[in-house]
C-alpha cells in the first residue's frame, strides 16, 4: 500500500505533462492545478481503503482533462424526450413554441416597453401585454399572472382568506409532486382550511352546513394528477357559484392545466376548459402557464376585476411577479391562440404532440429503426407499439396510443444509462419489460437526425 500511494506521481509532474500543458491555453492555472489535486486525493483515498488504483501520470492525466471538459460544458442543457410523458416536469414541462422564443430572445437582447406606456410617455404595467388577449380568449372580466400557479393559489388565498375559512372538498385536497399540498399551502397563506365530505362523495349540502360567519372562499381543486372512480359524487361548479352567491361567499377554482382547446378532439379523455370554468361563473380560475397551455413558467388568474384588483394590490405580488421574458413568450403563445385552434393544434408542441396522429408516430419509428440498424451493429431496432401518457399532473388516465423504437441486445439499465450520460444532448428513455423503448410521440420530427446521432455514439 505505502509503495502504491508512493507511485502517485506529483502534481507538479502532471502539470508540467504536455497534454495537460494544453488545458492551460483555455483555463486558468488554478482551475487546473485543482482538478489534479482533486484526482490525486480520490485515489489516494481509494488506495487507503485497499481497492485497486491505477497510479501512471498518464491516467491521471486522462481523468484531469475529461474532468475539466466535462465541467466546462453547460449544466442546464436540452435532452431528448423520449419518454412519451409530454409535460415531463423533470424535462421542463412545455417546449415553447418558435414565436414565443423569438419574442423571448428579442425582448432579453434589448431595452423594452416591459412598464412604460410608449402612447402616454410614463410608466405602465407590465401585465397589460397579455391582458387583453387573455380576456379576449378566455371571455375573463380581468387578468392577473404571476411566477407559477403554486404562486397563483397562495396569493388568492392570502388575499381573500387570510385568517378566515376556505370550503374544500376532502375529495380535492391534493399534492402536486413534492411540496405542493393545498393543506400546507392553505396554512402558508393564513387560511384556515375547513374540509367537507369524505374522500369520495361530497354533496352541495356539506358544503352549505360549512358555511358560517369567518367564511371567505369556497375553493374547488381540479384533481389534475388522479381520478377518483367508482361510488363517487363532487358538486358541479355551477352550483357550487350559485350557492356561493347566496352567500355572497366568492368561489375559485384551481384549474391545474389551463386549457383552451377542448381535448376530446384529440381522442382524449375530458378535461374542463379555462372558458368553461368562467362561464359556470367561476369568480376567480388559476392554472399553470406551462401544462396544457404549452408556454412558459407562469400562474395566470382570471375573474372578476373587483377580486383581481386585490389580488393584484397584495404586496405579496410584487415577490411572486412574472418576469419580463415569460411574459414575452406568454404572449407570443397567446397570440397564435388568437389565431384560432387550428393554428394552436399545428404550432404549440405541446398540442401538436397531443394531437399527433398514431400513423405519423409510426413512420418516424420505422425512420428511426432504419437509421439504427444501418449506422449500428450489435444491437436490434424493433417498431413496437405502445402507449404515451400527458404527464405533468393533466389527463391522468389518458393513454395515448403511439409506435416506439425497442433496442434489443444487452442489459437495458446499460443502454439507458449511456444514453442518459451523453455529455452534449442526453437522450431519455423508459424501460418496459426489460427493454429501452424510444417514444416517438415526444421526439419531434427535426430531432429524429439528433437522436440517432447521440444513441449512435452512446452504443458504439
Ligand atoms: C400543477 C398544479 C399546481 C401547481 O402549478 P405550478 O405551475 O406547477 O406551480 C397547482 N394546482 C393544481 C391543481 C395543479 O395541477
Known amino acids: 500500500m505505502k509503495d502504491k500511494l508512493r507511485s502517485l506521481p506529483q502534481v507538479s509532474a502532471v502539470l508540467e505533462r504536455e497534454d495537460v500543458r494544453e488545458l492551460l491555453s483555455s483555463y486558468p492555472r488554478w482551475v487546473v492545478v485543482e482538478a489534479i489535486r482533486r484526482v490525486l486525493e480520490e485515489r489516494r483515498k481509494k488506495i487507503l481503503d485497499g481497492l485497486d488504483v ?6 491521471v492525466a486522462q481523468e484531469v482533462i475529461e474532468r475539466i471538459e466535462f465541467f466546462s460544458l453547460p449544466s442546464l442543457k ?57 380576456k379576449k380568449i378566455t371571455g375573463a372580466e380581468s387578468a392577473l399572472v404571476v411566477n407559477n400557479n403554486a404562486s397563483a393559489v397562495f396569493l388568492v388565498l392570502n388575499t381573500l382568506a387570510k385568517g378566515k375559512e376556505v370550503i374544500v372538498s376532502r375529495g380535492e385536497l391534493i399534492e402536486i409532486g413534492g411540496s405542493f399540498r393545498i393543506p400546507d399551502v392553505m396554512k402558508a397563506a393564513g387560511s384556515i382550511l375547513r374540509e367537507v365530505g369524505t374522500t369520495n362523495k361530497t354533496k352541495l349540502s356539506d358544503y352549505e352546513s360549512a358555511i358560517g360567519e369567518n367564511t371567505a372562499l369556497i375553493m374547488k381543486v381540479h384533481t389534475s394528477n388522479y381520478r ?31 386549457l383552451f382547446v377542448d381535448v376530446r378532439r384529440f381522442g382524449l379523455p375530458y378535461e374542463p376548459t379555462v372558458k368553461e370554468s368562467l362561464r359556470a361563473g367561476a369568480h376567480v380560475v388559476s392554472f399553470s402557464g406551462d401544462k396544457l397551455l404549452g408556454s412558459a413558467q407562469a400562474g395566470i388568474v382570471l375573474g372578476r376585476e373587483e377580486l383581481l384588483e386585490k389580488i393584484r394590490k397584495n404586496p405579496i405580488n410584487r415577490a411572486l411577479r412574472i418576469d419580463k421574458l415569460t411574459l414575452s413568450a406568454l404572449e407570443a403563445t397567446l397570440r397564435i391562440y388568437m389565431e384560432g385552434e387550428e393554428a394552436a393544434v399545428e404550432r404549440i408542441p405541446v398540442l401538436r404532440m397531443l394531437s399527433e396522429k398514431v400513423e405519423v408516430l409510426k413512420m418516424r419509428a420505422e425512420k428511426v429503426a432504419k437509421l439504427l440498424s444501418e449506422r449500428i451493429g450489435g444491437y436490434t431496432f424493433e417498431v413496437i407499439e405502445d402507449v404515451s401518457t400527458v404527464g405533468g399532473g393533466a389527463l391522468p388516465t389518458a393513454e395515448l396510443p403511439t409506435f416506439c423504437v425497442a433496442v434489443n441486445g444487452g442489459d437495458c439499465r446499460e443502454i439507458d444509462r449511456r444514453l442518459r450520460t451523453r455529455p452534449t444532448v442526453p437522450v431519455v428513455g423508459r424501460i418496459k419489460q426489460d427493454r429501452l423503448l424510444l417514444d416517438m410521440r415526444t421526439v419531434r420530427e427535426e430531432e429524429v437526425e439528433l437522436l440517432v446521432e447521440m444513441v449512435e455514439v452512446a452504443l458504439r
Do not use: W
Request: net charge negative; aromatic share 6%.
Open 54 to 59: 491505477e497510479v501512471s501520470e498518464a491516467s
Open 78 to 134: 436540452r435532452v431528448i424526450n423520449a419518454t412519451g410523458v409530454v409535460l415531463h416536469t423533470n424535462l421542463g414541462r412545455a417546449p415553447l413554441p418558435k414565436e414565443a422564443v423569438g419574442a423571448m430572445a428579442e425582448v432579453a437582447m434589448n431595452y423594452s416597453n416591459l412598464e412604460y406606456d410608449v402612447k402616454q410617455g410614463r410608466r405602465g404595467l407590465r401585465y397589460t401585454h397579455v391582458v387583453e388577449l387573455l
Open 228 to 258: 377518483i372512480v367508482g361510488f363517487t359524487e363532487s358538486v358541479p361548479l355551477r352550483d357550487l357559484v350559485v350557492l356561493g352567491e347566496r352567500y355572497g361567499i366568492p368561489v375559485y377554482e384551481d384549474l391545474g392545466s389551463g
